[in-house]
């Protein structure tokens, strides 16, 4: 005779974590925006029956008005992350996350990095800010004046990987204080292209969408355990290049236990930086072949020095901190757009004496054990003629640690 379990099946184990949509109104202001003001706006997180924050999908979202007379403008970058400056998030009065520059890398990382031919095509163009044209000199289907007021916009607070923008859950309903997210808006200058210089913006109905995770199995983990995320933190180093240099050493500080890399963004202070009419995110940068050489150092010593022999090099080195870059439609052995590059410098490879104690850290620089800054040496085939503005971002690997009710961070 059949057994039960023969006649009706064995019973499937089912998960008990469920995910619940959170709009999160922000009600201080019926509009935000530099119109009105460029913040900070304050997001303060609930933590009563909140469950665990799944950051994998936080976006902003609202309604986009764009004061303007000019029926050209446009966002300057692919993604609209642009129109945020700086995000800054809070543990109490802990600051635990604070992206400076956010425009710049964010554009990078979420909308030129990632983009291959079939997201190009699928991708959800009502919500986004991706040119249905091939060409990048009209993008007539980005967001313009002659679309309706009050256009949808949905996207990202920062860059791909960041702490507000990576695959781990933040558990509200265990903080002690509360969580707060502080945004500022970037200037027009910043993230539009336009013909106008009064041009500027606002948001209405502005909120934090998520979704939120509730399951008994990870109250109990949570509760009795410290739980540990990696991140990639993107910190912001400024650096001057004046007008008629033929080399120069830059210097870029840092106090972390790993760094993995570094991107340079090299623009013409002059128009490629606050000037709306010129481009600032994109198709703003020095041109490779103005460079003879980049010579990267950690103290008197030479990690490797890069003559300009071939464009490729360039494109080499920003392969290994990004490898999703092969199949990205914007990026090409030979550059960006025509032959601009973003100089990359990929330390995961750097020598064992600068990987700590034996040589135990092999994925990166340990900057923090160091005795100087590390160090750009840049030759250029000509004197420059134009002041440039050189906006580094240190990779490094973060980790944040849920315990007691606090957001610890280890850099």
């Known amino acids: 005779m059949p057994s039960l379990s023969e006649l009706v099946g064995k019973q ?41 924050l799944d950051v994998s999908t936080l976006r902003w979202r609202g309604l ?36 400076e520059q956010n425009s710049l890398i964010s554009n990078f990382t979420n909308g030129l990095v990632g983009v291959c031919d079939t997201m190009y095509e699928n991708y959800e163009r009502k919500l986004s800010d991706y040119p249905e044209e091939k060409s ?66 606002s948001l209405t109905d502005f909120e934090l969408n998520w979704s939120a995770l509730y399951s008994p199995s990870l109250d109990q983990h949570y509760a009795s355990n410290s739980v540990s995320i990696h991140v990639t933190e993107f910190g912001h180093r400024y650096n001057q290049i004046a007008a008629g240099t033929s080399q120069i050493n830059l210097l870029i500080p840092s106090n972390h236990s790993n760094c993995s890399g570094i991107l340079t963004f090299m623009r013409d202070q002059n128009t490629n930086v606050s000037d709306i009419t010129q481009e600032k995110l994109e198709n703003a940068n020095v041109p490779a072949t103005d460079l ?27 392969k290994h901190l990004y490898p999703q870059i092969s199949k990205s439609r914007y990026f090409t052995p030979t550059g960006i757009e025509s032959s601009q590059f ?31 800054d590390m160090s750009m040496k840049l030759t250029f085939n000509a004197p420059t003629t134009s002041v440039i503005e050189c906006s580094h971002y240190v990779l490094s690997d973060v980790v944040y640690t849920f315990m007691n009710g606090m957001i610890n961070v280890t850099l």
């Open 64 to 99: 986009l008005n764009v004061s303007t007379v000019d029926a050209t403008a446009r966002v300057a970058g692919h993604d609209l992350s642009v129109l945020i400056d700086r995000v800054r998030v809070m543990n109490g009065n802990k600051v635990v996350y604070d992206q």
């Open 12 to 52: 499937k184990v089912r998960s008990d974590i469920r995910s619940v949509p959170y709009r999160h109104r922000y009600l201080s202001a019926p509009a935000v925006g530099p119109s009105v003001t460029n913040g900070p706006v304050r997001f303060t997180l609930p933590k009563s029956n909140a469950g665990y």
């Open 136 to 201: 990048t000199a009209t993008r007539t289907s980005q967001i313009t004046t002659a679309h309706t007021a009050n256009r949808l916009c949905i996207a990202p607070l920062g860059p791909e990987g960041s702490f507000v923008n990576s695959s781990h859950i933040i558990p509200l309903q265990f903080m002690n204080s509360p969580v707060h997210v502080d945004i500022y808006f970037a200037e027009p200058s910043t993230c539009f292209l336009s013909s106008d210089t009064a041009l500027t913006y």
């Open 292 to 318: 003879a050489e980049v010579d990267f150092r950690i103290a008197t010593r030479s990690i490797y020095a890069e003559p300009l022999d071939d464009v490729s090099q360039y494109y080499n080195q920003l």
């Open 342 to 372: 973003v100089q990359a410098v990929n330390l995961s490879g750097a020598p064992g004496q600068f990987g700590g104690v034996g040589g135990s850290l092999v994925s990166g620089v340990q900057s923090s054990t160091l005795n100087t």
